[in-house]
């Protein structure tokens, strides 16, 4: 399996996971499966335009890069539009491992729907 296809399939396994961590009240973990869902994919999206991703896990950073390499113009306006999800995702990813913090089920929710909608707009899993 190449690299694009692994990383496609992990993404959508960390979505998946966040949906379990999120019916069992497992917010906080489900905020960061959904970070790790959308770097996984944006990471995919890069190998795509033949770059070799960087090997961080900052969502903005890699959707202005994929912004860059595409030329894609509506990534701009994915950035703004997010800003306050996104930011919420890179939040997630340091926390979950060295401060506690608590998401609601409005968070996930919302940090949900903003991570679908990218993923969608930018041809989703299978495009």
Known sequence: MDDYKVLIERSRRFLISS???AEKG???????????SLCLFL????IRYGVDYPRIHGVRKLL?????????????????RYSL????????YITSRYIPREY????????REAV?????E??????
């Open 64 to 80: 202005k890069m994929l912004g860059k390499v595409s030329g894609d113009e509506k990534i701009e306006d994915m950035l703004r």
């Open 43 to 46: 990471k995919a999206q890069l």
């Open 122 to 127: 930018l041809g989703g899993c299978d495009g």
């Open 19 to 21: 949906e379990f961590q």
């Open 26 to 36: 497992f917010y906080d973990l489900a905020v960061f499966s959904l970070e790790q």
């Open 104 to 111: 609601s089920k409005e968070d996930y929710e919302r940090v």
């Open 116 to 120: 679908e909608e990218i993923v969608n």
């Open 85 to 92: 999800e996104l930011g919420t995702l890179e939040d997630a």
